[in-house]
């Protein structure tokens, strides 16, 4: 029994060391499919409507079910053709002529792991033509504590190119986590055996118990 009670010591050791490997190994591997970041950054201000808006991801996404949405505050599409994806990048070209105001862009790709992914983020352009629906300005200077059509208050006169880089974008949305069924089904499959080989110890000391007693 002292045999038995080592092999199953070794065997739960063993399970304990497989499991954190399995952890260690398939949760950074899973995370590798999350969003890094987006051009432009999330919340940042422009002087101009960009040409174009990108995300970046850890591992290249798959060509298949891709989509950018680029909409203006009046809820008109900005988006122009395909989304292009370039090694880890997707990027969505953009209609020229854009207004002023905030835009928010949402995306949608299919991970390396064949899982779709999904988020938001927005940014805001200074100047441009007036927002559709917006009263057109004056020639003149505007009246003291006035602002111009279409530039948002307060935020000062952005440098082109200087924005504020978060840690990752808004909403990026995550992939399933693959690691906890991978552990479940290891964990199942040890102690199966666990139990295989206890019940055949067991037999095999009765059939030896039986035998020393003739």
């Known amino acids: 029994m002292r045999h038995v009670r080592r092999q199953l010591l070794g065997l ?4 304990f060391i497989l499991a954190a490997a399995i952890l260690g190994i398939a949760g950074p591997a899973s995370a590798h499919d999350a969003a890094e970041s987006t051009s432009p950054a999330q919340g940042a201000a422009l002087a101009a409507p960009p040409n174009e808006v990108s995300v970046t991801f850890g591992n290249k996404p798959l060509g298949i079910g891709s989509s950018f949405s680029v909409k203006d505050a009046a809820g008109t599409e900005w988006a122009d053709g395909s989304v292009q994806i370039v090694d880890n990048v997707a990027t969505q070209k953009l209609r020229s002529g854009g207004p002023a105001g905030a835009y928010t862009v949402a995306w949608r790709v299919v ?3 064949s899982h779709p992914i999904e988020g938001t983020f927005t940014f805001t352009v ?3 033509p007036a927002p559709s629906g917006a009263a057109s300005a004056g020639s003149g200077s505007p009246a003291p504590g006035a602002t111009t059509a279409g ?3 307060g935020m000062g006169t952005p440098q082109p190119g200087v924005t504020e880089e978060p840690s990752r974008p808004a909403n990026a949305g995550e992939p399933f986590q693959w690691s906890i069924v991978i552990f479940a089904v290891v964990a199942v499959g040890l102690l199966v055996a666990l139990g295989v080989l206890a019940r055949r110890r067991l037999t095999v000391d009765g059939d030896s118990g039986e035998e020393g007693g003739e």
């Not at 739960?12 to 399970?15: D, S």
Request: glycine share 16%.
């Open 126 to 128: 200074t100047s441009g």
């Open 151 to 153: 530039v948002v208050p």
């Open 111 to 113: 991970s390396s792991d």
């Open 12 to 15: 739960v050791l063993g399970f």
